[in-house]
């Protein structure tokens, strides 16, 4: 549609509004133009005396009178109904989000471009000039802008083209010469320069955090599948040995009852041979009280003396009457004991409850790295010095929290833990779970300090190996008053930040993460080592500065 624009018949279009004419007007060059258009141009050049034709460049030295067009009115009518008929209507009319143009009459057009310098929003069609004229090229185009009068000032209604430093505000010209006299200023141009470098910093900080907090979530996410990998495993071994200890006590269940079973056999089987003794005597008394009661009634006295004296002697029972009368407590030892037995289980079980550690240590738990210093603080670790590791050119002080560079040794004993080459010193607290610590750096002269971490060992064999961050067994951060630099396993790495006295340091054992920040107002992360700590840490010091100091600041 632009292409088409420009190449549109002269006699049908205006070459200043790029419409099509309205109360066409020629010019003795014989052009046309809308006569309001070129009326407008020509008095804005009147002051010169100039006026020139915009189509030939053809000028005049006096103001050309203006002659009516005599063109018919359908040509202007076909040629509108061609464009409508050739423009797709989603590309060029605004729908609701969309800006309009600000030239087009009638029903207006989708602007495609607003421009910074005419403060004027264009389509298609009305922004062809701004490519081909030359005096239009210079202007800034941007995406089109429903919020050009921002650009206007309020004071002045002119174009605001400077940049206050001074009040971070965008200015006129003329506001130069009033309220912002004697201001710091540059070209909007230079302002938005210079607010771009720091929208970038501030970018590279949030993408970074971004970067932090996204190894924190994964992190997090690494933690969650290790707490329902473990609860699932320990469910599982949990659920074994309950039904292990189910099936022992079935077992014994069974033995118990099995035993109950043939001790019953065993009393009924005595009881029933007795009871078969009894049964048999009992026959047998009744057989003799028959015969004597039938002795009894014999009439004749010689017959009953005659047979008297034959009758055999009533023999003892060999049972005693106390049968009768013995209590029945056959089994009631065993329900005691399985009793006993139940009263031990539950107590057990009990305190097995109690005592057993179904909650999570918060020592356990991975947690993000704190984002701040009061966050920091809440980790804070009271560091005190460990006198049998001190080197003899060092001095310590402050309840052992400060130790001291001195140019002349001192006399310690003999300990298979202390320094003998460099000046180093290794805490006496063993490090471990989340700590947070920090050393103040002082000097007379220049100060030249490593703050490390170390495991115990590193002393070992009192050997020049023994050098904070020369082998794998500590991590050093070495400060110089005008830059850091980390060290581990004898590799040396370059460390950027703002160099403060005071260092912080960060150790979440059990994650492997180890910090070491710069702590002014504000704390800003120097560097960061992730690894896995297979030790305790003691926090350790190295000093090379002569009368210079660090000092393990208690936390506030």
């Given at each position: 549609m632009a292409q088409k624009g420009v190449q549109m018949d002269s006699q049908v279009s205006c070459c200043i509004c790029l419409d099509l004419l309205k109360d066409p007007v020629t010019i003795p060059c014989g052009h046309s133009y809308c006569m309001n258009c070129i009326k407008d141009l020509w008095d804005r050049k009147d002051q010169k005396g100039i006026y020139s034709c915009l189509h030939c460049k053809k000028t005049f030295t006096l103001r050309p009178a203006l002659k009516k067009n005599t063109m018919p009115e359908q040509l202007v009518e076909d040629t509108k109904k061609t464009e409508l008929k050739d423009a797709p209507a989603d590309r060029c009319y605004p729908g609701h989000e969309d800006v309009t143009c600000d030239i087009c009459t009638g029903k207006k057009m989708k602007a495609v471009k607003s421009c910074l310098v005419c403060l004027v929003s264009y389509c298609e069609n009305h922004l062809q000039p701004h490519y081909d004229v030359a005096q239009f090229k210079k202007h800034k185009l941007v995406n089109p802008s429903k919020k050009l009068e921002e650009h206007i000032c309020?004071?002045?209604?002119?174009?605001?083209?400077?940049?206050?430093?001074?009040?971070?505000k965008c200015i006129c010209y003329l506001c130069l010469m009033d309220e912002h006299k004697g201001h710091e200023t540059v070209q909007v141009a230079a302002g938005r320069a210079e607010k771009q470098k720091e929208l970038e910093a501030k970018r590279r900080k949030v993408q970074q955090r971004i970067?932090?907090?996204?190894?924190?979530?994964?992190?997090?996410?690494?933690?969650?599948?290790?707490?329902n990998v473990s609860a699932d495993k320990t469910v599982e071994d949990s659920e074994k040995i309950f039904t292990e200890l189910i099936r022992l006590l079935q077992e014994r269940s069974s033995e118990v009852k099995q035993q109950i079973?043939?001790?019953?056999?065993?009393?009924?089987?005595r009881v029933k041979d007795v009871q078969e003794k009894l049964e048999q005597e009992i026959t047998e008394l009744k057989r003799k009280d028959a015969e004597l009661e039938q002795l009894s009634h014999t009439e004749d006295h010689n017959q009953f003396l005659h047979k008297y004296p034959s009758l055999p002697a009533l023999r003892e029972s060999t049972h005693s009457s106390s049968i009768n009368i013995r209590p029945l407590?056959?089994?009631?030892?065993?329900?005691?004991?399985?009793?006993?037995?139940?009263d031990k289980l539950l107590d057990i079980l009990r305190d097995g409850s109690k005592n057993m550690p179904l909650k999570i240590n918060d020592e356990d738990v991975l947690v993000p790295e704190p984002k701040s210093r009061a966050g920091f603080l809440k980790y804070s670790t009271e560091i005190t010095l460990?006198?049998?590791?001190?080197?003899?050119?060092?001095?310590l002080s402050d309840g052992n929290r400060k130790v001291t560079r001195l140019e002349q040794q001192q006399s310690y004993p003999d300990h298979p833990d202390r320094f003998t080459y460099y000046a180093q010193v290794l805490s006496r607290e063993s490090l471990t779970g989340r700590c947070y610590w920090e050393v103040e750096i002082r000097g007379e002269g220049k100060a030249t300090v490593h703050v490390a971490v170390s495991y115990k060992n590193i002393s070992e064999g009192r050997s020049d190996e023994c050098l904070f961050g020369l082998d794998d067994q500590s991590w050093s951060l070495y400060f110089d008053t005008n830059s850091y630099t980390f060290y581990h396993n004898n590799t040396k790495t370059p460390v950027p930040g703002p160099v403060s006295s005071r260092i912080g340091v960060y150790l979440d054992h059990r994650a492997g993460i180890l910090s070491f920040y710069s702590v002014s107002e504000t704390m800003t992360l120097l560097h960061r080592v992730q690894t896995r700590f297979t030790q305790p840490l003691h926090a350790g010091i190295w000093l090379l500065g002569n009368k210079s100091y660090v000092e393990f600041i208690k936390p506030k």
């Open positions: 309020s004071h002045h209604d002119e174009v605001m083209k400077i940049f206050c430093r001074t009040d971070q970067q932090d907090q996204e190894k924190d979530v994964k992190l997090l996410q690494q933690e969650v599948e290790a707490i079973r043939s001790q019953q056999e065993t009393e009924v089987s407590r056959h089994f009631e030892d065993v329900t005691a004991a399985v009793s006993e037995l139940r460990d006198p049998n590791t001190v080197h003899n050119m060092l001095l």
